[in-house]
T-cell receptor, first 114, second 115 residues
Framework: GDSVTQMEGPVTLSEEAFLTINCTYT??????LFWYVQYPGEGLQLLLK?????DKGSNKGFEATYRKETTSFHLEKGSVQVSDSAVYFC?????????????FGKGITLSVRP | GAVVSQHPSRVICKSGTSVKIECRSL??????MFWYRQFPKQSLMLMAT?????????EQGVEKDKFLINHASLTLSTLTVTSAHPEDSSFYIC???????????FGPGTRLTVL
């Protein structure tokens, strides 16, 4: 079945540091890939997505590229801010439309120090 | 963006009682909603898919008689944990697709503690 593996956390960085959060996946066919973020006390929010190989999703300075050859979707940001402190989930969906089921990784907590 | 709310945000109940959790799409109609369960330091596990006007579709291993799902309108789905026990204590999260069906929006979650 489908699965998503995220690097172990938590991750603590200083402000303006470079961020990489690894994500690899196993799926049949050609899944869509997502990064969701959960800020303290809030629900999950879609951060970015990519629907086919070599697509790059980007939002709020974060980027991730759909790498089919390595089955990866690593999240990067060049300079993190304290406000980026949150839990980040990598996810995939093997189907389309309103019945698409998401398979999540375990999530990783990012803490950014001033 | 689209907003999904959940109520209550936290609930504590005694073992053997039933608890109802509501999930509402506030500014859009959702024909499909999903219910997830999240254990500490674990990923979200899909429990069931809730379809408006029809029976929910449960994932393998989820007891449908214990976790009753009702999706009576296009903006409301409810999850009732029946005869709750301490092992049901968890964080329950719902989500809904917008009519375009391209993005899933999540509620803030409900923390259930069964004593």
């Amino acid at each position: 079945g489908d699965s998503v593996t995220q690097m172990e956390g938590p991750v603590t960085l200083s402000e303006e540091a470079f961020l990489t959060i690894n994500c690899t996946y196993t799926a049949t066919g050609y899944p869509s890939l997502f990064w969701y973020v959960q800020y303290p006390g809030e629900g999950l929010q879609l951060l970015l997505k990519a629907t086919k190989a070599d697509d790059k999703g980007s939002n709020k300075g974060f980027e991730a590229t759909y790498r089919k050859e390595t089955t990866s979707f690593h999240l990067e940001k060049g300079s993190v801010q304290v406000s980026d402190s949150a839990v980040y989930f990598c996810a995939l969906s093997s189907s389309f439309g309103a019945n698409s089921k998401l398979t999540f990784g375990k999530g990783i907590t990012l803490s950014v120090r001033p | 963006g689209a907003v999904v709310s959940q109520h209550p945000s936290r609930v504590i109940c005694k073992s053997g009682t039933s608890v109802k959790i509501e999930c509402r799409s506030l500014d859009f109609q959702a024909t499909t909603m999903f219910w997830y369960r999240q254990f500490p330091k674990q990923s979200l596990m899909l429990m069931a898919t809730s379809n408006e006007g029809s029976k929910a579709t449960y994932e393998q291993g989820v007891e449908k008689d214990k976790f009753l799902i009702n999706h009576a309108s296009l903006t409301l789905s409810t999850l009732t944990v029946t005869s709750a026990h301490p092992e049901d204590s968890s964080f329950y999260i719902c989500s809904a697709f917008t009519p375009l069906g391209d993005t899933q929006y999540f509620g803030p979650g409900t923390r259930l503690t069964v004593l």
